[in-house]
């Protein structure tokens, strides 16, 4: 008979991220992992396999978590360009603040470990590729309804916004000054003011 387990696994992934996200994926040993999570280490890998599956189940856990926000706000905007404009904030708002400059989740995971990792570059990718079907859905309904040119190029503006979105989330690293991130922000909506 299976043994029940004592913990969310959700929750155990939500915290993996949290260390992981800190760490770096090369930075974070088993030993770390297991204290904090709070599970044994049977229990670690019975559950999620070794330390790079869990790595995969908690990029896929955040970025479901990533695209569910951010399709919210792509439905409860009226207005394209408000859309458009709370989907570059959300990243700001994540990262201004952050007093200990982890930067972003997704975007070190990028460089720390994509370039080596085939499962990890087709998940970023698929990721990426989401990201910006959620602009071109924002762009598209805007252009839909007279409020963004129809000369703008939805594809090509879409890439535009979610390159700004990692740009941004590279400064993060280093700058939490509102100023850097509005002035960005700002400009990269001048692109679709007619």
Known sequence: MARTK??????????????????????????????????????????????????????ERSQTKALHRMNKILHRCASAKEAIRQLLELTKGDLV???????????????????????????????????????VSALTKGQDNGQIPLCINAAATSRFFAITVKGLSVVARSKTDNCVFDDTINLALSVIDE
């Open 6 to 59: 004592d913990f969310d696994e959700l929750e155990i992934l939500d915290k993996a991220i949290s260390i992981f996200w800190r760490r770096g994926y090369n930075g974070t040993s088993m030993e770390e992992l297991v204290n904090g999570l709070g599970i044994s280490r049977s229990s670690l890998y019975d559950t999620y396999g070794n330390k790079h599956s869990l790595f995969v189940k908690a990029l």
């Open 97 to 135: 603040g952050d007093s200990k400059q982890d930067g972003c989740f997704w975007v070190n995971a990028a460089t720390e470990i994509l370039p080596y990792d085939q499962e990890i570059e087709d998940i970023i990718t698929f990721y990426n590729r989401q990201v910006e079907e959620i602009f």
